[in-house]
């Protein structure tokens, strides 16, 4: 059974911090890696996707992956109170299909 | 240019009845993932259409069916209904291409309840 597997939080980060989010995956032979927004009783949005080993950014936003230990992340930078939502990681598996890990919650305070 | 949009917002439905779902995606866009997200974990993933056929297939039972039209929208229908359908329906569309392919766009969702 493939997996992908978040920490449910709520992760609290004060204001102007920098949140870190985590997720690990189960299938070694996973293509492509997302990181989507979703604010409560909306759908999620795409922040960003990556692919390659290393860092990519867009704005605040940091992806980090790491395929050997099987391990992404997505960094926020001078969080703001807007940026409070659940942070879903999901995967593309070798299969081509997208598992969705559960999601963490953040709160930035204020 | 209008998103993915979908319809109902909202269903109610009884056991064992049917229901069918809609979903018109981003104009351009040529692709349509279904998922199924219940209240307080991530959406999984039900089927994707593309060029009318079902390309793709989660772990879901038979009960879970689609279509595509030649317009790019889309339909989700269950068939005897749980409880356990009970769920936020999500529309995803994107454009089959690398890398566009890994930009999904999901619409506002379809909240059904089985009682």
């Known amino acids: 059974q493939k997996e992908v597997e978040q920490n449910s939080g709520p992760l609290s980060v004060p204001e102007g911090a920098i949140a870190s989010l985590n997720c690990t995956y189960s299938?070694?032979?996973?293509?492509?890696f997302f990181w989507y927004r979703q604010y409560s009783g909306k759908s999620p949005e795409l922040i960003m996707f990556i692919y390659s080993n290393g860092d990519k950014e867009d704005g605040r936003f940091t992806a980090q992956l790491n395929k050997a230990s099987q391990y992404v992340s997505l960094l926020i930078r001078d969080s703001q109170p807007s940026d409070s939502a659940t942070y879903l990681c999901?995967?593309?598996?070798?299969?081509?299909?997208?598992?969705f890990g559960k999601g963490t919650r953040l709160h930035i305070l204020p | 240019d209008a998103g993915v949009t979908q319809s109902p917002t909202h269903l109610i439905k009884t056991r064992g009845q049917q229901v069918t779902l809609r979903c018109s995606p981003k104009?351009?866009?040529?692709?349509v993932s279904w998922y199924q997200q219940a209240l307080g974990q991530g959406p999984q993933f039900i089927f994707q259409?593309?060029?009318?056929?079902?390309?793709q297939r989660g772990n879901f039972p038979d009960r879970f069916s689609g279509h595509q039209f030649p317009n790019y929208s889309s339909e989700l229908n269950v068939n005897a209904l749980l409880l356990g359908d009970s769920a936020l329906y999500l529309c995803a569309s994107s454009l089959r291409v690398f890398p566009s392919q890994e930009t999904q766009y999901f619409g506002p969702g379809t909240r059904l309840l089985v009682l």
């Open positions: 999901a995967v593309r598996g070798r299969d081509d299909k997208i598992i």
């Open positions: 104009s351009g866009h040529d692709t």
């Open positions: 299938d070694r032979g996973s293509q492509s």
């Open positions: 259409y593309y060029e009318e056929e079902e390309r």
